[in-house]
């Protein structure tokens, strides 16, 4: 379970994908309802038409829809500005399959997005057509432990009649003025793909390094002045099961990155050093120690003589003082506030809280930098090319050379910085020299000063992540089991658990997690006091 | 102050809340006060605030102001930012939220913020008070100016729901003002298997009329179902083409009954526009389906309609067929429950038809599809209704079925293999509103997707892992037959060892009693959607050589309303287990649950009995 744990606004996806968009579907169709259908020519595009009968990609009977036809095409007009054309057509071939009938297509301050249009398609009769005029705008919903506000919206259309046997697709337009020169390609999804296209138009003299993820990889060829396209076909649907990693983790995606003439910018990330050093660039100064904060450790510290208590006493006003409150607007999805501020307000998000730390830390002389993290391990891994593949902020701090204490499991000794140890602020349970789960043997990008480099985090022991139950019992001759159970969790085990007893407020039901472990014996009645 | 007592364990509390309302003059507008006191750390979160508004209806949220009071009682004022969202931004539709943080927030400190909410101009809305919060609330106070105009008269009628004990209802002062002032309102808690959440919520509802209004519920609903009637009566009123449809259906040799059931039939295979996907407007357009009927002979003509429609062709249709039959309009209980001296029209918004034949008066819903004939949809049973006639109307109740007539009957014929396994053959037959049920859920899925949603139903109600593979094409789309699933089945481990001995635990099908009613405190009454009983009837022919030790004595709770049985019976090398449960109650008082939790404590002691089995070769030893 992860709690106030992630933060930061993940990069766009082109289009929201098919499962995400259920919780928001009651809402939407609650306002489309009342969207009057504007004129239209009831004509879905010739580029729909040429696939509409081709034969399907490879797919089994539970497959709800497949995409018979995506296409991509960026256009880079300069470092300020990319326009995108996003083209896609499915085929829906079960009743389950009529989500793709809502077209959801986010943006925000960076990115607008205009001239979306949707049709159908159908097997029999007349094609419909719908555009942006007969959507919807809206903005993510508030979810306890999310974002406050942040920009991110999304447009959305609904396309009549997406039935099994009908085709609908849809096409938009973004306009973008890039924080970094990358696009991502997400070519593989949980419907099979029979056909994808991706085209890239750079200016004169720009050139391009394009990687490849979870996918062999596929060559470009060049069609016009500076122009290439790439294209995938037959490519096989992901099914979600459980315990599965993320799928940013699986499915195939291409990373194009794009350098202007005469070598790279602060946004060109060649390398995880350069986006490291486009990180340490945005935050500079907000690590910055105000009077009010080192008044504010002095206190903290006062009756800690050892370093290590400092620091915990630093992690834990951190961790239960400062609340997780999200405001992420325009470039503050990715910079943190002022440390001052955060101390301030008593609040902020990732970002802010690791900020904070850091300045605190900084004034009992201890060193730290930011680490930049997907909180779904797998998402990123030692073979992930340099991409803002990240919605995550933990702090990495220098231990100091003698320091050395069994709490301390986060370590790791780093050729260029020493003996490191990783801390997540913003996880509010888990104790000063751990980190939980989601981060052990995760990949993140640690931004020094001289830039950054991925680094692994390390993985605890199993067994301090474990439930170790203790039974004293007593059988009587009819067969009565009757004695004293004693349940001590640890790691993430205890963290859950104490997440869970956090929003309950009656000790009645505090009782009733311990109650589950007894029906794992599922053939026995038990009681519980 | 650390804790509240009548509000143990809570998170944060309603110190003071403060709602005024004032509809008089031009633009109407209503002042919102909060003052909160944190009482734990996950009690911070109130301090984050949206509040959510209409702005195309002309809303606006403004005057916004908030403090947070220290423990040590220093305050620090909001001066930050607040944010404005368009949660759904569509043609003529935008819903904003204003939102903000307030800062310096820790254990113990009181936090307060205020807003107006700018009500737009020349609009007049009915208002609400919800007294019962997420949080306990120590005090409130709430009052209306209602609307005045010198030139139309308007009338205000307010009304009030479960207030706290001890409060004085709301009442006009002589400045006209209506005021109501509570205090110790209990936080709103959800649980299971309780009534609708509006019947539980302490809340007071205003309503505006240009009409007179009338003080005497009994006029008012006579008013009421004069109009209705005449609405009804006006779309029924086709004779000579319901005859010649009529004609269709049934024989003229056919008894009453017979004729009733063709009609009841024949609706039903119509077309029911209410149970399909929704439709975009583009779509409706095209299919020719926006304008309404205008009578039960368009429909008749059309051969669909929607669930109103086919109600009153029915109608239509059976007093076609000589029989005699009147509209009712009763109220769906999904939502609220009805209290005709409330007096809200909208309250009674469900259509049922009322046949007499053979001197017996049955209700018949035909607009829900997938009914059984002389059934109606739960949310219509055992409720109050009015039957309409030239006069207004009477009072009526509708029937509410018998547990018998919603069952599920669970027979498995299963091997037990030397390892321990269960396989077989199992047969799932769901009756009356059970069947309907699950039709009505899958009704636009295909044959994937249906055979996944019973599969997954049978395995919920077997408590370990489990095989099951359906074999058969159940019939999800008649209303008269039961829904019959039939399955192969494969319990790896059922059967578990102990010494020479082996155990086979006899609540096969027990797993959705195992975790009800299992909290020790209870709130709200205990309420469920119908009457229904659980038949299982499973034989295991055990391995060669395998014996009886002992079967578990026989178990039987009756309460009359609630009912459990369970037999095991043991003949040659084949165990017979029988388990009956008979639930034949709607809503019981929050008193009797500790009856009702020990009655489920019987149902789980007698499921989690064992059969001790002595394996072939093993010989019995004390």
């Known amino acids: 379970m992860i709690s106030k744990s992630c933060c930061s606004q993940p990069v766009l996806p082109p289009a929201i994908k098919r499962k995400k968009v259920a919780i928001f579907l009651c809402a939407i169709a609650f306002a489309l309802a009342f969207a009057p259908h504007s ?24 497959t709800n829809a497949v995409l018979l036809y995506s296409e991509t095409d960026v256009n880079v007009v300069s470092a300020d500005r990319v326009n995108v054309l996003v083209r896609e057509a499915y085929k829906i071939l079960r009743p389950e399959g009529r989500d793709y009938g809502i077209v959801f297509v986010p943006f925000n301050s960076n990115k607008k997005v205009t001239n979306l249009h949707g049709w159908c398609i159908p097997a029999q009769g007349r094609d419909y057509d719908v555009n942006e005029k007969d959507g919807a705008e809206i903005s993510l919903p508030k979810i306890e432990g999310s974002d406050l506000i942040n920009d991110v919206k999304a447009k959305v259309i609904r396309i009549p009649a997406p039935d099994p046997g009908n085709v609908i697709g849809y096409e938009y337009e973004m306009q973008e003025h890039p924080l970094a020169l990358q696009q991502l390609w997400e070519f593989q999804e949980e419907a099979p793909v029979r056909e994808a296209h991706y085209s890239l138009q750079l200016p004169p003299g720009w050139e391009f390094k394009s990687s490849w993820l979870n996918y062999p990889e596929m060559k470009p060829t060049q069609s016009g002045a500076n122009q290439w396209q790439w294209v995938v076909s037959d490519v096989k649907g992901v099914r979600k099961e459980e315990d599965m990693p993320p799928l940013s983790g699986l499915e195939g995606q291409m990373i194009v990155s794009f350098y202007p003439q005469g070598g790279t910018v602060a946004s060109s990330f060649g390398t995880w050093q350069q986006m490291g050093l486009w990180y340490t660039n945005l935050t500079q100064g907000r690590r910055d120690a105000s009077d009010e904060i080192k008044q ?29 409150v999200a405001i992420e607007l325009g470039i503050g999805g990715y910079q943190p506030h002022l440390a001052e501020e955060v101390f301030t307000h008593r609040y902020g998000d990732c970002k802010d809280k690791a900020t904070l730390m850091s300045a605190m830390l900084s004034a009992i002389g201890v060193d730290s930098y930011y680490v930049v993290i997907n909180s779904e391990r797998g998402s990123v891994t030692a073979n992930t090319p340099p991409h803002q593949a990240f919605d995550h902020v933990i702090l990495a701090i220098k231990l100091p050379d003698k320091l050395q204490d069994s709490s301390l499991m986060a370590t790791e000794v780093l050729p260029k910085l020493g003996n490191i140890l990783f801390f997540d602020p913003t996880n509010e349970i888990t104790p000063f020299g751990q980190i939980g789960g989601y981060l052990q043997d995760n990949f993140g990008l640690l931004v020094a000063p001289d830039g950054g480099e991925l680094v692994e985090l390390p993985r605890q022991p199993a067994t301090t992540n474990g439930i170790v139950r203790t039974a004293r019992f007593t059988l009587d001759p009819t067969g009565r089991l009757e004695g004293s159970v004693e349940e001590t969790r640890l790691g993430d085990r205890a963290w859950a658990e104490r997440e869970t007893f956090r929003s309950i407020t009656n000790n009645a039901d505090r009782i009733k997690p311990a109650r589950w472990f007894l029906v794992q014996f599922p053939h026995h009645q038990s009681s519980v006091d | 102050m650390t804790s509240e007592p009548l ?13 005024d309302r004032d509809d008089r003059g031009q633009t109407a507008h209503e002042n ?26 002309g809303n606006n949220v403004g005057n916004i102001h908030g403090r947070t009071i220290r423990p040590d009682g220093t305050a620090v004022e909001y001066q930050g930012k607040v944010f404005e969202k368009a949660i759904v931004k569509a043609k003529g539709v935008k819903y904003m939220a204003k939102t903000f943080t307030l800062p310096d927030v820790e254990i113990g400190s009181i ?4 807003y107006t909410l700018d009500l737009s101009e020349n609009i007049l809305y009915d208002s609400q008070w919800i007294l019962s919060d997420e949080l306990f609330t120590k005090s409130a106070s709430f009052s209306l100016k209602p609307y005045t105009n010198d030139m139309v008269p308007f009338y205000c009628r307010w009304s009030w729901h479960d207030l706290p004990a001890g409060s004085e209802p709301p009442k006009e002062g002589p400045d006209h003002v209506v005021r109501l002032e509570v205090h110790n309102v209990p936080a709103f808690q959800s649980e299971d298997y309780m009534p609708p959440e509006n019947e539980l919520k302490a809340r007071v509802d205003f309503t505006y009329s240009q009409e007179q209004l009338e003080k005497d519920p009994s006029q008012f609903w006579k008013n009421r179902g004069k109009k209705l009637n005449g609405a009804v009566e006006s779309f029924v009123n086709k004779r000579n083409a319901m005859q010649a449809a009529v004609e269709q259906i049934v024989s003229p040799s056919d008894s009453p009954e017979a004729k009733l059931q063709k009609i009841y039939a024949r609706v039903q295979q119509l077309r029911n526009t209410s149970y399909e996907v929704e439709k975009t407007e583009q779509q409706q357009k095209r299919d020719k389906e926006e304008k309404e009927a205008s009578n039960v002979e368009d429909v008749w003509k059309r051969g669909y309609g929607d669930e109103r429609d086919l109600t009153w062709l029915f109608l239509g249709l059976v007093r076609a067929a000589g029989i005699e039959a009147d509209p009712v309009i009763v109220s769906d209980r999904s939502n609220f429950f009805f209290n005709p001296a409330i007096m809200d029209a909208y309250k009674l918004d469900a259509d049922v038809v009322l046949v007499k034949v053979n001197g017996k008066e049955i209700y018949f819903g035909p ?55 269960l396989e077989g053959k199992l047969t799932i037959t769901y009756t009356g509103l059970e069947g309907m049920q699950r039709r009505m859920e899958e009704r636009n899925e295909d044959d994937a997707a249906r055979k996944k949603f019973l599969e997954e139903d049978a395995k919920e109600d077997i408590p370990v892992g489990s095989e099951v593979d359906l074999t058969n094409k159940p019939d999800w789309s008649s209303s008269s037959s039961p829904l019959i699933a039939e399955y192969t089945l494969k ?31 209870r709130v709200h009454p205990i309420y469920f959607e119908y009457p229904f009983e659980k038949w299982d009837d499973v034989a295991i022919t055990l391995p060669a050589g395998w014996q009886v030790s002992s079967l578990p004595p026989a178990k039987s709770k009756d309460e009359k309303l609630i009912d459990y049985e369970l037999k095991t019976e043991n003949d040659k090398n084949t165990i017979h287990l029988t388990r009956k449960l008979k639930v034949d109650l709607l809503m019981l008082e929050s008193k009797y649950y500790p009856a009702l939790r020990s009655f489920y404590e019987v149902v789980r002691s007698g499921d989690d009995q064992q059969i001790l089995l002595q394996p072939a070769g093993a010989t019995a030893s004390n």
């Open chain 1, 39 to 62: 004129a239209a020519n009831d004509s879905a595009p010739q580029w729909m038409h040429a696939v509409a009968n081709a034969p399907l990609p490879a797919h089994d009977e539970k």
């Open chain 1, 296 to 324: 504010k450790v002095a206190a903290l510290t006062a009756q800690s003589p050892a370093q290590l208590d400092k620091m915990k006493a630093i992690a834990m006003f951190i961790q239960n003082d400062i609340r997780y």
């Open chain 2, 32 to 57: 919102d006060f909060m003052r909160i006191k944190i009482l734990t750390e996950e009690g911070r979160k109130y301090a984050d605030v949206e509040i959510p508004f209409n702005k195309s209806g």
């Open chain 2, 111 to 114: 936090i307060e913020y205020s």
């Open chain 2, 491 to 521: 319990i790896p481990g059922w059967v578990s060892g102990a010494g020479r001995h082996a155990m086979v635990p006899v609540g096969l099908f027990s797993a959705p009693e195992k975790h009800v009613f299992e909290h020790a405190q």
């Open chain 2, 7 to 19: 509000a143990p364990g809570a998170a944060a509390i309603v110190l003071y809340r403060q709602v």
């Open chain 2, 367 to 421: 607009g829900a599809a997938f009914t059984p004939f002389g059934m109606l949809e739960w949310p219509e049973t055992g409720v109050q209704g009015l039957r309409l006639d030239k006069n207004g109307g009477t009072w009526v109740h509708t029937t509410l079925p018998e547990s018998n007539e919603s069952v599920v009957e669970r027979k498995a014929v299963l091997t037990l293999s030397d390892t321990g396994t």
